[in-house]
């Protein structure tokens, strides 16, 4: 007879049921717009090779339709990183800075760190207690001890992101990558902190020559 593992172990080995059973999406096209999350197989795919490339391969995630969820899906693999893993770093980056944070708007989902709030807000209180991570603008980490157990930065593509030369991170999230005219140079700078950049970006976007790595299709 298989053992049974106990839930926050499940939550880690098996990202799918955690975002079936845990996570709520954000539709405002549904009469109850907290939608319980069902994945198709098309989501899964992206999903599984979103949790396997973090922390070790590039990863392009070319989206084929609008609508598909690919953001949620990738501030989902940030979630699970950061309540089921240690000394865990994620840097999100955008082509607006508004478009990573738009800290302080009400019921907010639009940017990525709106999506993270709204994901943790609709979390059980035994696996996340509001307040207990520090959140300021682009920015939620946890602190034990004065060691940061886990951390999400963000910021805007402007600049090619050298402000956050200097700093390490486990994965780089590039989303809405169609949108940053300067990505070769955005992809220069961040390749010094990370061994795994994901980018997410429209299907008929053309792809930067210096990138690598695995891509998926998803719509």
Same mark, same amino acid.
């Given at each position: 007879?298989?053992?049974?593992?106990?839930? =926050?172990?499940?939550?880690?080995?098996?990202?799918?049921?955690?975002? =079936?059973?845990?996570?709520?999406?954000?539709?405002?096209?549904?009469?109850?717009?907290?939608?319980?999350?069902?994945? =198709?197989?098309?989501?899964?795919?992206?999903?599984?090779?979103?949790?396997?490339?973090?922390?070790?391969?590039?990863?392009?995630?070319r989206k084929?339709?609008?609508?598909?969820?690919?953001?949620?899906?990738?501030?989902?693999?940030?979630?699970?990183?950061?309540?089921?893993?240690?000394?865990?770093?994620?840097?999100?980056?955008?082509?607006? =800075?508004?478009?990573?944070?738009?800290?302080?708007?009400?019921?907010?989902?639009?940017?990525?760190?709106?999506?993270?709030?709204?994901?943790?807000?609709?979390?059980?209180?035994?696996?996340?207690?509001?307040?207990?991570?520090?959140?300021?603008?682009?920015?939620?980490?946890?602190?034990?001890?004065?060691?940061?157990?886990?951390?999400?930065?963000?910021?805007?593509?402007?600049?090619?992101?050298?402000?956050?030369?200097?700093?390490?991170?486990?994965?780089?999230?590039?989303?809405?990558?169609?949108?940053?005219?300067?990505?070769?140079?955005?992809?220069?700078?961040?390749?010094?902190m990370t061994?795994?950049?994901?980018?997410?970006?429209?299907?008929?976007?053309g792809q930067?020559?210096?990138?690598?790595?695995?891509?998926?299709?998803?719509?």
């Amino acid at each position: 007879m298989k053992k049974k593992l106990p839930i =926050e172990e499940k939550c880690k080995q098996n990202i799918k049921w955690f975002v =079936e059973t845990f996570c709520r999406f954000y539709d405002p096209r549904q009469k109850n717009t907290c939608r319980e999350v069902v994945l =198709e197989k098309r989501q899964k795919r992206a999903l599984i090779a979103m949790r396997d490339s973090y922390g070790l391969d590039d990863l392009t995630i070319r989206k084929l339709e609008r609508n598909v969820g690919a953001s949620w899906l990738a501030a989902c693999v940030v979630l699970h990183r950061m309540l089921f893993f240690d000394n865990t770093s994620t840097l999100v980056v955008y082509k607006m =800075e508004r478009w990573v944070d738009n800290f302080r708007c009400v019921s907010e989902t639009s940017s990525f760190f709106g999506k993270l709030d709204y994901l943790t807000d609709h979390l059980p209180q035994w696996m996340y207690i509001p307040g207990g991570w520090d959140r300021t603008r682009c920015s939620i980490s946890e602190t034990i001890n004065g060691f940061a157990r886990c951390k999400v930065r963000g910021c805007g593509a402007t600049g090619d992101c050298r402000e956050m030369r200097g700093s390490r991170y486990d994965c780089v999230v590039i989303d809405d990558a169609d949108c940053i005219k300067n990505l070769s140079a955005v992809l220069e700078t961040v390749h010094h902190m990370t061994n795994s950049v994901f980018i997410i970006t429209r299907a008929e976007a053309g792809q930067p020559k210096d990138t690598s790595g695995i891509e998926v299709r998803i719509g």
